[in-house]
């Protein structure tokens, strides 16, 4: 019901902004229903119902916040406010949609960029733009709103899906899951190929059986666990922090011995006690609570990769055998849910020379492609809210290409949008359309393409044989072979990828199947007569780029290009490793397309080039290296070299384990919803860049010292087996695995020493450059140094905001003396 005019005539009084813009609002077809006000008389808000129309446009019924901030500069803080009052407010407000006005004239751009990855559609727009708008001016906001929400790309969302309007299909499997985890019935295994989407399964479940409120829920991201420590102890001490973080009812249990006691893993002096403290805590809990325990382990194979160490199998057995003897201990109150990409974990009866734990343990459950109507539903859904509209020929051509994978059929609705993208009112794709889109994708997404496969590829090769048959039309023989092999040609059909070989076999999705006919008829092609057949050319083509030029010199494990986008003008560098694994960059890729800052670089994208190499692209950053500046003429100042210490411990900080940030996430939330659960497993565990040195970072003119060249790991099943390709680096006392931030620091610590020097490790040892180092610097500055190379040393840095803080310090006192 709109708001009684005498109130709104009342809140507004005799400012003319909140008078502008309640008439602009009215004037386009939203009704006032309640007014906001916050602590700040500068920032409020209205909630708005939408016309009818625009209910039809923009596919949403519920009020729309309208929130105003009258400054001449939007900061990316009224976003963050603006999600909050939508939060608080619960079903009241739209989660899908929302307006900020401000006195910026670049409001409507800076909200875009800003708001980019927000699964809100937050339209900007200034007050400048409001006045122009009828009853002031003779423009319609209604149909600026609409131009507003028809430039956002739904279909392209940043990573898996966390929300519950961008989640489409498996509704009946998701209830049928819930029932059994949260009755205790039995344990379950959820597998497909990557971007099919067992995350966004595997997230709405868990939030699911969090609102069925019988299950304290506990996830736990076993691949950025295993970047750091692969071993049982590690891993039983993850899934504990994530058990005790599940609930305020958990955390209050008191006697804990390992849960929630040790903010870093290192901070355990006896990591030999972690089994026998993880099954007393366990018990404990059980034993007070009576609620179930519902633990979620997701990319299960990144602790029993395909040929997997000796210690990596005992340690898989260790970790099982103690979780499923507490299953016997107090049947019906532990589920586990394991989620990854092969199923051969649980199928195989012996891991190694010891029997399996888990052998035929788990259901399992194949995640497929979406159903026709789901995937019908999920284009036409997000079509709808973004102006895009398809009939019946043009979805049946959809589904025939993608076969209903759910990351394809996003990238295809993705590509038709950005076919139309300065539309002002509904267009329509047409069947034609999609078959040219498609052909488009074949060449732009070939990345997601090789992604989609690269796991058989890599690590499972007769299922990839399989695969090929298919794809080359060699049903017979495929045919013969599912005779033979039944068990590999049923993870195939599981999958979703081919139909029943004793019926008709063959791919299911046109887009998968044309794609490896290409790359299958490429691989047969004469190889280059060069030494360096695995070189790319200036004109080559390389997904959706085009080759320029080598960058520097070939490194030990790859060659970097710079390359420019298909019919753009933006330029990437292309880093091509050599022999890699493209299944296991890309896993490592994920984590690190979530970091954010201004000083570390930006992943773009994966794939594979001809060869079969693994490509990463990565934003293109102008500007020398910091190993320009390891010289005695060219070393930077001490007030400089603090700056880029602040700058680099800063990015740093974005990366490694932060136990203030998980207190504090704690204290405010009593039940872990399953965005907050991420932020406290991402706070916990953090990113190892594993390779800082001077030569890996760049310094921009504009964003100062970058972080680029994270050290991945190239070898499928040892992910934290890589040794940094450099001499020197490696702090003394290093255990190759144990990857912790405290490496990190020791790198950075040794790169700043000889930046201080002006001289390179190597030429001179370590003890070399201190004592030039502390002949340069103040007593405060060489301690900071000092102490980041004091690698697991009583003073030597355990958490890198400490560092931070000191940098920050020791600058100030720099910059005030000088």
């Known amino acids: 019901m709109p708001i009684k005019s005498s109130i709104l005539e009342t809140f507004i009084g005799g400012n003319r902004v909140k008078k502008d813009i309640a008439a602009a609002l009215a004037a386009g077809g939203l009704s006032i229903e309640y007014v906001h006000t916050t602590n700040n008389p500068k920032v409020w808000g209205y909630f708005t119902k939408l016309s009818d129309q625009l209910q039809a446009t923009l596919g949403e019924t519920r009020e729309v916040l309208v929130l105003v901030a009258e400054y001449d500069l939007l900061h990316a803080s009224e976003i963050d406010n603006a999600t909050r009052i939508i939060q608080a407010k619960g079903a009241r407000l739209s989660r899908s949609v929302s307006i900020i006005i401000t006195d910026d004239r670049r409001t409507g751009d800076k909200v875009r960029e800003i708001s980019d990855e927000s699964g809100t559609l937050f339209v900007g727009f200034s007050l400048d733009r409001i006045r122009k708008c009828k009853p002031h001016g003779d423009q319609d906001f209604r149909a600026l709103l609409q131009a507003q929400s028809y430039a956002r790309d739904l279909y392209d969302l940043p990573g898996a899906v966390t929300k519950t309007q961008d989640f489409f299909g498996r509704r009946r499997l998701l209830e049928r899951l819930r029932q059994e985890i949260t009755s205790g019935t039995g344990h379950q295994g959820i597998f497909g190929l990557r971007k099919i989407g067992k995350t966004s399964l595997v997230n709405r479940l ?52 390992l849960f929630g006691q040790y903010g870093l893993f290192s901070d355990i002096s006896h990591t030999d006690t972690v089994c026998e403290l993880f099954d007393h805590d366990l018990n404990l809990l059980i034993s007070q609570r009576r609620r179930k325990v519902a633990v979620f382990l997701d990319e299960i194979e990144r602790i029993l990769p395909p040929g997997a160490t000796s210690a990596v199998q005992k340690s898989f057995v260790k970790v099982w055998r103690i979780l499923r003897g507490l299953d016997q201990q107090f049947p019906g109150r532990l589920s586990f849910i394991i989620s990854g990409t092969n199923p051969k974990c649980v199928e195989d009866s012996k891991v190694g020379e010891d029997d399996n734990p888990v052998y035929n343990y788990f259901t399992r459950e194949y995640l497929k492609p979406l159903r026709r109507e789901e995937a019908y539903d999920l284009l036409t859904t997000i079509g709808g809210r973004i102006g895009l509209q398809w009939d019946t020929p043009s979805l049946a ?422």
């Open 397 to 818: 051509a959809s589904y025939a290409q993608t076969g209903g994978h759910p990351a394809l059929l996003r990238a295809l609705g993705s590509a038709a949008h950005n076919k139309n993208m300065n539309r002002h009112q509904a267009t329509r794709v047409l069947e034609q359309d999609v078959r040219l889109l498609a052909q488009d994708l074949l060449i732009e997404r070939s990345s997601l393409l090789a992604q989609l496969v690269s796991t058989l590829k890599d690590e499972y090769r007769d299922e990839y044989y399989l695969l090929t048959l298919l794809a080359e039309g060699k049903v017979h023989e495929f045919a013969e072979w599912a005779r033979i092999v039944p068990g590999d040609v049923a993870h195939l059909v599981g999958y979703g990828i081919c139909r029943d070989p004793h019926t008709t076999p063959s791919l299911c999705i046109d887009l998968l199947q044309t794609y490896l006919q290409r790359q299958l008829g490429s691989a047969n092609r004469p190889a280059r007569p060069s030494q360096y057949s695995n070189r790319l050319d200036p004109g080559d083509k390389v997904g959706d780029y085009t080759v320029l030029h080598s960058v520097g010199s070939p490194g030990g494990f790859a060659t970097v290009y710079k390359a420019q986008e298909e019919g753009t003008e933006k330029f990437v560098a292309l880093k091509v490793v050599r022999n890699g694994k493209l299944s296991t960059v890309q896993r490592e890729l994920d984590i690190l397309q979530t970091l954010n800052h201004p000083n570390i670089v930006r992943i773009i994208d994966a794939g594979s080039v001809q060869t079969g190499d693994p490509y990463i692209a990565m934003e293109y950053i102008e500007g020398p290296t910091l190993r320009n500046f390891c010289e005695a003429s060219t070393r930077p100042s001490e007030h400089m070299l603090l700056k880029w210490s602040v700058a680099l411990l800063e990015a740093l900080e974005r990366m490694h384990p932060r136990p203030a940030a998980v207190d504090d996430l704690r204290k405010r939330h009593d039940e872990l919803d399953g965005d907050v659960a991420q932020a406290i497993f991402e706070a916990q565990h953090g990113v190892v860049h594993r390779d800082i040195k001077p030569a890996n970072i760049i310094l921009s003119t504009n964003r100062g010292p970058i972080l680029i060249d994270f050290n991945l790991s190239v070898r499928a099943g040892a992910p934290v087996e890589t040794v940094s390709a450099t001499p020197h680096y490696l702090p003394p006392g290093f255990i190759i695995g144990n990857w912790t931030h405290e490496v990190d620091l020791y790198q950075l610590g040794v790169t700043l020493l000889q930046l201080a020097a002006g001289a390179e490790i190597g030429k001179a040892t370590i003890a070399d450059l201190k004592l030039t180092a502390a002949q340069l610097l103040s007593g405060r500055t060489f301690g900071l140094v000092d102490r980041l190379l004091a690698f697991q040393k009583p003073n030597g840095y355990r958490l890198t905001g400490d560092a931070l803080r000191d940098a920050r310090t020791a600058l100030n006192l720099v910059s005030r003396n000088s």
């Open 206 to 257: 868990a939030q699911l059986v969090r609102e069925d409120g019988r299950c304290f829920v506990a996830q736990i991201d076993l691949q950025r666990a295993a970047a750091i420590r692969p071993d049982s102890n590690y891993i039983l001490w993850s899934i504990g922090q994530a058990i005790y973080d599940s609930h305020r009812h958990v955390r209050d249990v008191r006697g804990y011995r």
